[in-house]
């Protein structure tokens, strides 16, 4: 796609990158910002991170109450942290769809744990968690990323890009220290066994056969 074959281009790239990121309804990467505005230079990556640096700083200078932030890969417009008590009032309509306790409880294990098997998560928090787990599997906060190769080959759990999103993280890094959980991978695969090499026999060996 060219510059030509692309709409708007009489419009900044302030604006048009401004124009995505609103429109997006997930955060927009870079790349796919790319595509859509038909930039093929080398520096186009720079070229939008700079926009949006300028957006952000009109932003501040007009007394707006949101910036554009990295969120789970990609950009998106976010209130600033102040109007956050404000927000949450007009929200109030939707306290039935938050997190309950437990739910938030499980989730946060497999945040830090994953990928985590269902049997630990359920020996830290000391319940079952089928129904929960399923719970926050429905929401696509948390999706199986594998199978552990012990016996029974029980699920591995991990959270999703809509964690990230939800949550307003960049990437799993992102998260606060919280005590009591450590951020270390639940299970993790064996190590192949290594392979005992007796090269002084092979030697011998290899002088034999040449003899």
Request: net charge negative; with cysteine.
């Amino acid at each position: 796609m060219t510059n030509q074959e692309t709409p708007c281009t009489s419009i900044s790239l302030e604006q048009r990158v401004e124009a995505l990121v609103f429109a997006s309804e997930r955060p927009i990467s870079e790349s796919r910002m790319k595509t859509v505005l038909g930039i093929e230079d080398e520096d186009a990556t720079k070229q939008i991170k700079e926009a949006i640096d300028s957006l952000n700083e009109s932003y501040v200078k007009n007394v707006r109450a949101f910036r554009i932030e990295r969120v789970a890969g990609g950009y998106r417009p976010l209130t600033r942290e102040e109007f956050a008590p404000l927000v949450s009032r007009l929200h109030a309509d939707r306290q039935q769809q938050k997190l309950s306790q437990a739910a938030l409880e499980t989730l946060s294990i497999i945040a830090y744990r994953q990928p985590v098997m269902r049997a630990e998560i359920e020996v830290i928090r000391g319940v079952a968690c089928g129904e929960v787990l399923r719970s926050i599997m429905e929401k696509r906060l948390v999706k199986i990323v594998g199978r552990a190769e012990e016996l029974g080959r029980p699920m591995l759990y991990g959270t999703t890009r809509d964690f990230l999103n939800i949550f307003g993280l960049a990437s799993l890094d992102d998260l606060p220290d919280v005590q009591g959980l450590v951020r270390e991978a639940s299970w993790k695969p064996a190590s192949p066994p290594e392979v005992k090499q007796e090269p002084e026999i092979a030697t011998e060996q290899a002088a034999t056969e040449t003899e």
